[in-house]
T-cell receptor, first 113, second 114 residues
Framework: QQKVQQSPESLSVPEGGMASLNCTSS?????YFWWYRQHSGEGPKALM?????GDKKEGRFTAHLNKASLHVSLHIRDSQPSDSALYFC?????????????FGDGTQLVVKP | VTLLEQNPRWRLVPRGQAVNLRCILK??????MSWYQQDLQKQLQWLFT????????VKSLPGADYLATRVTDTELRLQVANMSQGRTLYCTC???????????FGPGTRLLVL
């Protein structure tokens, strides 16, 4: 069973709109969460990390974590065409001895001009 | 700022032939180096983490066999053998070990099977 599940698989929003991506995990050992973004032909890039319950805002991006429900979300306001990419939710365990991060299957975001 | 260089960037691999990949670390503040694979469905999967020169690990996954070696403090290698399906291999680096360290990805090496 996939330890990190993302939804939706794909999402289309108009330029200037709000994009909301969701992620849930099935492993209560996960304590650390990230959102990564991957543009076509490039490696994934860490967008945001969130380790504590609540909201974390960085510019147009806001991540929300609820450890009790093992739910993480990412909200992108004022979406731009350059935000079009594959977004991954990722998680790791406390006391991770090998730097292993578990990734979800990704959400393909398309921002239409 | 580029933290990692990978080469080659892509390679056509005849079925049954092995291929050797290199990753060079450009910033010694991120000494923990790892390999991740991304399959054709874009799923990302951790393979190895190697810290010290001389460290070696092997692993067999559906579609390929792997041998990873930490050659020096700045160089990580991966040999991919018996590959039956294409994939992209990413080298990553991080500043520490223990759970909350961000993995920084290199540009990747894309492998296609002939």
């Amino acid at each position: 069973q996939q330890k990190v599940q993302q939804s939706p698989e794909s999402l289309s929003v108009p330029e200037g709109g709000m994009a909301s991506l969701n992620c849930t995990s099935s492993d209560r050992n996960f304590q650390y969460f990230w959102w990564y973004r991957q543009h076509s032909g490039e490696g994934p890039k860490a967008l945001m990390s969130i380790f504590s319950d609540g909201d974390k805002k960085e510019g147009r991006f806001t991540a929300h974590l609820n450890k009790a429900s093992l739910h993480v979300s990412l909200h992108i306001r004022d979406s731009q065409p350059s935000d079009s990419a594959l977004y991954f939710c990722a998680a790791s365990e406390q006391g991770n001895s090998n730097n292993r991060i578990f990734f979800g299957d990704g959400t393909q975001l398309v921002v239409k001009p | 700022v580029t933290l990692l260089e990978q080469n080659p960037r892509w390679r056509l691999v005849p079925r049954g032939q092995a291929v050797n990949l290199r990753c060079i670390l450009k910033n010694s503040q991120y000494p923990w180096m790892s390999w991740y694979q991304q399959d054709l469905q874009k799923q990302l999967q951790w393979l190895f983490t190697l810290r010290s020169p001389g460290d070696k690990e092997v692993k067999s996954l559906p579609g390929a066999d792997y041998l990873a070696t930490r050659v020096t403090d700045t160089e990580l290698r991966l040999q991919v053998a018996n590959m039956s399906q294409g994939r992209t291999l990413y080298c990553t680096c991080s500043g520490g070990l223990g759970g909350g360290d961000t993995q920084y990805f290199g540009p990747g090496t894309r492998l296609l099977v002939l």
